[in-house]
């Protein structure tokens, strides 16, 4: 199911910048564009919307003024040349704050914030035949050459860092995108997974072994940094001794 978006923002070229990004992501559709509050108010009495981008300083009433009428109000991304709205911003639970010009990279973070808080708090419980409930697995976006692609977490087995770029390696094949792995280990839930080196991630479950030094994933060795040692033993709920602790 793709995800509903509308755009709020007086500026022509703002729309379109913001555009152009959502147009890039797959699972996004955007069902509106308003250049002022009062368009977008009935966007929302008339159509689902699952995510705002939303401009501050429009004609009528603001952005902020805006957000504090909605009772029920979508998750929204505010989109602005002003910083000093920032703490307002945040106090009504905005998923990030974006300041103009918003580059590709810094959408895609607020993207993926918008993702983790929607899996964090969904309600939404798909039925199996046997009467079973399953939540929609989580996923990730990342920018791989000229597309954006979605990562499912529960396919990840590590990740590994080289310079500017890491290599994601998952149970399919493997992701090579531009960032760093500070970066990237911000956009992964630190319950499923560890960082066990400077240059490598790992996903908690996937590990089928570790030692004092190493963690063995699927098909693949990988080091424990010296300085993750006792964090690494810390998460994997390890007491005991291992030789060469």
């Excluded at 639970?93 to 993207?111: H, M, N, Q, S």
């Excluded at 929607?118 to 597309?147: D, F, H, W």
């Excluded at 590990?207 to 690494?232: C, D």
Aim: net charge neutral; aromatic share 8%.
């Amino acid at each position: 199911m793709k995800t509903k978006c509308i755009i709020v923002d007086d500026e022509p070229l703002a729309r379109e910048l913001i555009r152009g990004h959502v147009e890039k992501l797959e699972n996004f559709e955007i069902v509106a564009e308003c250049s002022d509050a009062m368009k977008a108010l009935n966007v929302l009495r008339e159509k689902q919307v699952d995510l705002m981008f939303m401009d501050i300083q429009m004609p009528q009433i603001t952005g902020i003024e805006f957000l504090k009428t909605l009772k029920h109000p979508p998750k929204v991304i505010i989109t602005t040349a002003y910083r000093e709205y920032a703490l307002e911003g945040f106090e009504l639970d905005a998923v990030d704050y974006l300041l103009k010009p918003i580059t590709f990279e810094r959408f895609l973070k607020a993207i993926n914030k918008f993702y983790q808080i929607s899996q964090e708090e969904m309600q939404v419980l798909v039925g199996s035949p046997t009467g079973e409930k399953a939540v929609e697995e989580a996923y990730i976006y990342v920018k791989e050459n000229k597309r954006v692609v979605k990562v499912l977490l529960s396919e990840i087995k590590y990740i590994e860092g080289l310079s500017e770029y890491v290599q994601i390696f998952t149970d399919k094949r493997k992701i090579v995108t531009k960032t760093s792995m500070s970066q990237m280990e911000e956009k992964l839930p630190p319950e499923n997974f560890l960082r066990i080196h400077k240059s490598f991630i790992v996903s908690i479950t996937k590990i089928e072994a570790f030692t004092a030094n190493t963690v063995e994933v699927p098909g693949k060795e990988l080091p424990i940094g010296r300085s993750y040692k006792n964090a690494v033993l810390s998460a994997l709920n390890f007491t005991g001794s291992i030789t060469g602790v």
